[in-house]
């Protein structure tokens, strides 16, 4: 029944159905009715089972309109008392106990899931690190997690044991059954209730967590002179990520901060000592005087936490240079100076106008570019392969081509399967593709079974073998397949700026059918590229003459190389290491 309702409507139509079995219970528990009030009860029970599987979003909606779990669980328990009362008219004393019995399962579950968060707050998640040894310290005892995971509103399902044995004492004429199911269910709930309770006498009298103490005392004795700052969510932790290894080569002591749990656990393997302090106040707190120069590579409003320290020089480093507006953010002008990659991220910032100076602009290049090799087309041990990699469908609703995959992306995916001889075809979309669009995200999933029925890996973590390969993990990193790559086929984004260091041939995708002339102008790191039209009818020609090493890109490609990620000489990693250098002192 649940499976049939789709869509917006049908959420809401699930959840009524829903309040429906639960009303069915109630009014056949007050008249009498027990098989009536047996399949409303099971059905109510079923359903919250199904629901929570399968449709959590219409659980949701009845929180939103206060039809929560504690409310429906009441709901039930009431329909059993009033079948007890209506059905087996039992003595006084029997009555009182049998009424009695699922009231002491809830008093228990209030009582237990309150203590149960006193016990939480003494040992409060102030801090966590990563290469760190903060010593042995000592925390309140916490409870068996199976017993703080039942205890509190979850607890009263227990009273669940009642509505089979309402039934059964019903049909029998004898109240025992539920006398005995409600016995059972406040001995559970005493269990689990006593070992929290008795946990959170142990616990009292020990003082406050000492982990952010601990790291505190860490700061001191390590006294780090850079500090890379990552506000950001996990779904945006690929931003952190990359300056990870460049960080690590600086030959000063650096740390990474961090606010996000999540993000925490996603980070990227790092030898780097990691600090992550969730709450503002945690970490403003901190003592970061050794700190000389913070580097931020997002623009996040949690920034304001660590810019607020006057005693260290912020920089904006960002998380790739394109010529998308997110590169020309006006909030960078708060920072002492942004560092770009190339000239074309200072002449960006220059006709964006959004307050940032020329003379805090410094060009380091892209240290993270290192590893990206320069070979020809085709090698020796692989088929030519082509990398499409779109970016996402950006924050703005009203901009239709922003990335290539919805007007384009299946269309462009069926050329290079059907081209002769076959090339491989590499899928990585943007890490946060489809999660504003729905239709980005269909034709995304559409792409996938494109390249599965083509007997593709659609979930590869390797980039070994002659077959397609969907990307859509952490590994292979974007760069190490660039470095698989012999024809780049991306949006206007940093993926593009990062490639044309390999110097081999990439196409940009022009979804807008903006003249070319026009497009080259407004968007600079498409001066190298070959553009692609949204009927995608240039793109068997330009496979043919990128495979047969006659490219007349070439030397725009060299030209544009420098513009976007400056000379070869000194190498980003030193540029960036002097810069550092020079700020610290």
């Excluded at 050794?290 to 949690?302: D, E, P, Q, T």
């Excluded at 462009?412 to 729905?438: D, E, F, N, Q, W």
Aim: aromatic fraction near 8%; proline fraction near 6%; hydrophobic fraction near 50%.
């Amino acid at each position: 029944m649940f499976g049939k309702l789709i869509g917006p409507a049908g959420v809401a139509a699930r959840g009524a159905v829903l309040v429906l079995f639960y009303l069915i219970a109630l009014v056949s528990g007050a008249l009498g009715a027990t098989w009536f009030f047996a399949v409303g009860a099971a059905l109510a029970i079923a359903g919250e089972f199904v629901l929570a599987r399968w449709s959590p979003v219409t659980l949701t909606l009845l929180e939103k309109v206060g039809l929560n779990r504690v409310y429906r669980q009441l709901g039930r328990d009431v329909a059993t008392a009033l079948l007890v009362v209506a059905a087996l008219r039992p003595e006084t004393t029997e009555l009182v106990v049998a009424l009695l019995l699922p009231v002491v399962v809830w008093v228990i579950a209030v009582f237990s899931g309150a203590l149960n968060r006193m016990i939480t707050r003494r040992n409060p998640v102030s801090a966590l690190v990563r290469n760190i040894d903060l010593g042995p310290m000592r925390a309140a005892p916490t409870p068996p997690q199976w017993a703080a995971g039942v205890v509190g509103e979850r607890l009263a399902v227990i009273n669940v044991l009642l509505v089979p044995a309402v039934v059964i004492a019903a049909a029998s004429d004898s109240v025992v059954p539920m006398l005995v199911a409600g016995v059972v269910a406040v001995v559970a709930a005493a269990v689990a209730g006593g070992i929290v309770a008795l946990t959170w006498l142990r616990g009292r009298g020990m003082g406050k967590n000492p982990v952010l103490p601990a790291v505190q005392q860490w700061l001191d004795s390590y006294r780090p002179e850079v500090a890379f700052y990552f506000a950001g969510p996990a779904k945006d932790v690929y931003q952190a990520n990359m300056w990870l290894a460049p960080t690590e080569a600086l030959e000063r002591r650096a740390v990474v901060l961090m606010r996000s749990r999540e993000a925490f656990n996603e980070l990227a393997d790092t030898r780097l000592p990691v600090i992550c302090v969730p709450a503002g106040v945690d970490f403003m707190n901190l003592e970061l005087g050794s700190v000389r120069v913070a580097l931020y590579a997002a623009n996040v409003g949690a920034n304001i936490h660590m810019l607020r320290e006057p005693g260290m020089k912020h920089v904006f480093v960002g998380h790739g240079d394109s010529d998308k507006q997110a590169s020309v953010n006006p909030y960078s002008k708060v920072y002492d100076e942004v560092w770009v990659a190339g000239l074309a991220g200072r002449e960006r910032y220059a006709r964006a106008g959004v307050g940032v100076l020329d003379a805090d602009i410094v060009e380091i290049g892209r240290p993270q570019l290192a590893g990206v090799h320069t070979f020809g087309a085709q090698s020796i041990d692989r088929p030519f392969t082509v990398l499409y990699a779109p970016t996402w469908e950006g924050w703005l609703d009203d901009d239709p081509f922003h990335t290539s995959l919805v007007a384009m992306g299946e269309r462009m995916i069926r050329g290079l399967l059907a081209i002769r001889p076959a090339v491989r075809l590499i899928y990585k979309p943007h890490p946060l593709t489809g999660t504003r669009s729905k239709e980005a995200k269909a034709v995304h999933e559409r792409v996938v079974e494109l390249i599965r029925a083509a007997g593709g890996d659609t979930e590869a973590t390797s980039l070994d073998g002659p077959g397609h390969r969907v990307v859509t993990g952490r590994v292979p990193a974007l760069f190490d397949c660039f470095n698989q790559t012999d024809l780049l086929i991306s949006d206007i984004s940093s993926v593009v700026s990062d490639f044309v260091q390999s110097q081999r041939p990439y196409i940009v995708a022009n979804p807008s059918g903006l003249p070319e002339d026009e497009f080259r102008r407004n968007f600079p790191t498409s001066r190298g590229a070959y553009l692609l039209s949204a009927d995608c009818g240039e793109l068997e020609k330009i496979v043919a003459v990128t495979r047969a090493g006659d490219d007349p890109m070439t030397e725009a490609r060299r030209e544009l190389k420098v513009y976007l990620l400056g000379p070869n000489e000194p190498n980003s990693m030193d540029r960036f290491r002097q810069e550092v250098v020079r700020l610290c002192g």
